[in-house]
């Protein structure tokens, strides 16, 4: 995908850590936007309770 190839080239050419900074700023701001208050917490517990199981760049084969 066309974000995917974005990130990758992103993340090869400035700070990985800034970058996901960056973007998990302009995602929360998304759903903030969009989603009901409700629906916004709702998510965001949803999110720490899943925290363990998000996959590394690593795990997926794209980042080295």
Same mark, same amino acid.
């Given at each position: 995908? +066309?974000v995917?190839?974005?990130? %990758? /080239?992103?993340?090869?050419? !400035?700070?990985? %850590? =800034?970058? =996901? =900074?960056?973007? %998990? =700023?302009?995602?929360?701001?998304? !759903?903030?936007?969009? %989603?009901t208050?409700?629906? !916004?917490?709702a998510?965001?517990?949803?999110?720490? /309770?899943? +925290?363990?199981?998000?996959?590394?760049?690593?795990?997926?084969?794209t980042?080295?």
């Amino acid at each position: 995908s +066309k974000v995917i190839k974005k990130t %990758l /080239e992103l993340v090869q050419t !400035y700070d990985p %850590l =800034a970058v =996901a =900074a960056v973007m %998990l =700023a302009q995602s929360l701001s998304i !759903y903030k936007s969009t %989603l009901t208050q409700d629906d !916004y917490d709702a998510f965001m517990v949803n999110l720490i /309770e899943r +925290k363990d199981r998000v996959r590394t760049f690593n795990d997926r084969g794209t980042l080295h």
